[in-house]
């Protein structure tokens, strides 16, 4: 019995942290627009959170944006360490004065195969 396509399951809804130590950040906000995919990589050897998860723009020339906020991070960084497809979708970006205020989600994207 053929089965729907599936909507990725949203795990996590959260700002990114980090984006005003994040240097060319200012110049490159222009090319960043909402629904545009995003990848986490996991920073295991992190010496600040032990759960640092990267978030980046997607792509071959991905562009670090800045982490996922300590304290929300742990579930995401341990299902990374496992293998699951995780990814990322921007779903807000405005400016806060000199503060780039990116909101995202985080997304479990259906198992290939």
């Not at 990725?8 to 490159?28: D, I, K, S």
């Not at 300590?70 to 699951?84: F, M, P, S």
Request: net charge negative; glycine share 8%.
């Amino acid at each position: 019995m053929p089965t729907a396509a599936t909507s990725p399951l949203v795990l996590l809804e959260c700002l990114v942290a980090g984006t005003t130590h994040r240097e060319g950040l200012a110049e490159y906000e222009p090319r960043l627009q909402p629904n545009q995919k995003l990848t986490l990589q996991r920073e295991s050897d992190s010496s600040y959170d032990d759960w640092a998860v990267r978030v980046y723009t997607a792509g071959p020339e991905g562009f670090w944006l800045g982490y996922l906020p300590e304290g929300r991070n742990e579930t995401v960084a341990r299902l990374l360490d496992a293998g699951y497809p995780l990814s990322g979708r921007l779903t807000h970006k405005a400016w806060e004065d000199d503060w780039l205020h990116l909101e995202i989600e985080v997304l479990l994207e259906e198992k290939k195969g």
